[in-house]
């Protein structure tokens, strides 16, 4: 079964409460989107490590539930 947008942007707050998340569902069928995420707990790591973090935060669900997910990432500016 997808995931829905509102199911995402959940994950992804509750692992970094801090964020600004924006999600994006690309084909209308739940299975596709594009995620913005700024978080200071991006602060001082690569962009493969933010990724990283953000999949964590899905907690296995990539490639089952949720099939494709384009990420950006960004640290906001102090």
Do not use: C, W
Not at 24 to 37: E, I, K, P
Not at 55 to 61: F, K, N, S, W
């Amino acid at each position: 079964m997808p995931m829905s947008s509102s199911e995402i942007e959940r994950f992804i707050k509750e692992a970094m409460p801090d964020a600004e998340v924006v999600i994006n569902d690309l084909r209308g069928d739940g299975d596709h989107y594009a995620a913005y995420v700024k978080s200071a707990e991006f602060k001082g790591k690569s962009r493969v490590q933010q990724h990283q973090m953000v999949y964590q935060a899905l907690q296995g669900r990539m490639g089952g539930e949720l099939h494709a997910l384009a990420l950006q990432t960004a640290v906001p500016e102090e």
